[in-house]
């Protein structure tokens, strides 16, 4: 939405079409439950009234592209000249037992294993990457943030643990960022075992790598299914295939971004950059530019990693993931947010500052 309206106001009338009513910056949930975050929500009829759009509140039931029109919850029915899908996946439970990270849908669950903790009923809690979950980032932050708030409990019991099926600590980026992030798991005492496939039998029972893992708490990042949404082709497991423009293969004048594709690592920071790469494909055809003057999508892994000592930044270009693989304690990218994104990033930073002064909301075509 931000892209078009910076690219091709005047040109384009954009309809957001949302089940929410706000956006919520989910990357500061993980710091919420520790009192360090108080995750930004944004109303959408806001962004939509700085950005010229319309707002729709409303789910999306099915898209039907040979008519270019969705169907809404209520059966009413849009139409459309080009649609982009980004729907989102959905965050359910991997195993019935344990506690689920899910500060949206059960925010006190976690707050519990914390209490536990605090009382000394738990000291010994496992992070757990089922083998399903591609962005592993919150693992790793929720390991260091319990360490360090229960070294002020109980620092001569607590255990902390991350169980992953990683073949390093957070493979996806490369050798440099993985030899790093394991020397701040040691440097806090956090013990990690990787490359193997964890399944929760209890509540206090985790089996990975062949053998029982001593823990009082599991703590597992949610398992992501696609959105499985009518019209659309699909995968098993219901995301949505794009190719390198963001378009959807087989069905005209539909692109997708985001979790809701099939892209393999579900990030913000790659959603923003597939989006970005749909919308200039989008502004190329009403200027009626060739395709191959628009850069394909070329994902760049972006992560900052919370730790006790500050913030840590990490990139690395997924087509050379350790010839690229950079960790540093400053800022590779500017502005230097959890999600990095061309448009989004810097109209969120106006905003803040906007919402702070009193001052009226950003206009993404000034910046």
Not at 181 to 204: F, K, M, N, Q
Not at 298 to 321: C, F, I, K, N, S
Not at 322 to 350: C, H
């Amino acid at each position: 939405m931000i892209a078009l309206r910076a690219t091709a106001a005047g040109r384009v009338t954009v309809t957001l079409v949302s089940a929410d009513e706000t956006f919520t910056y989910r990357p500061q949930l993980v710091g919420e439950p520790f009192g360090l975050d108080r995750p930004a929500r944004y109303p959408l009829d806001r962004l939509c009234r700085d950005n010229d759009t319309r707002f729709v509140r409303s789910p999306v039931a099915a898209v039907v592209p040979d008519d270019h029109r969705i169907v809404l919850g209520d059966r009413t029915e849009l139409g459309y000249d080009t649609l982009i899908v980004a729907v989102g996946a959905r965050m359910v439970p991997m195993f019935e037992h344990g506690v689920t990270f899910d500060r949206e849908t059960s925010p006190e669950d976690f707050v519990e294993v914390l209490a536990d903790l605090r009382e000394g009923l738990a000291p010994r809690v496992a992070m757990v990457v089922p083998d399903s979950v591609s962005w592993t980032m919150p693992a790793y932050e929720l390991a260091l943030m319990t360490a360090a708030w229960g070294a002020a409990e109980h620092p001569d019991q607590l255990s902390v643990s991350v169980v992953t099926h990683e073949p390093r600590p957070l493979a996806a980026f490369g050798k440099t960022v993985s030899d790093e992030v394991d020397r701040l798991l040691a440097a806090a005492g956090i013990a990690i075992e990787c490359g193997v496939h964890p399944d929760v039998l209890s509540h206090t029972g985790l089996r990975a790598g062949g053998h029982w893992v001593p823990i009082d708490r599991v703590v597992c990042l949610p398992h992501i299914t696609g959105p499985h949404l009518p019209g659309l082709p699909c995968d098993q497991g219901g995301f949505i295939p794009v190719d390198d423009l963001g378009r959807v293969p087989g069905v005209a004048d539909v692109y997708a971004a985001g979790d809701a594709t099939t892209m393999a690592i579900k990030q913000g920071g790659l959603a923003a950059q597939l989006a970005e790469v749909a919308s200039r494909h989008i502004v190329a055809g009403l200027g009626g530019r060739p395709e191959t003057e628009v850069e394909p999508f070329r994902p760049v892994l972006r992560g900052v990693l919370r730790t006790p000592d500050g913030p840590r930044y990490m990139l690395a270009e997924l087509e050379d993931v350790d010839g690229t693989s950079t960790f540093s304690d400053e800022p590779l990218w500017s502005p230097p947010s959890k999600i990095s994104s061309r448009w989004l990033a810097p109209y969120l930073e106006q905003m803040e500052t906007a919402g702070q002064s009193g001052e009226p909301g950003p206009d993404p075509s000034a910046g």
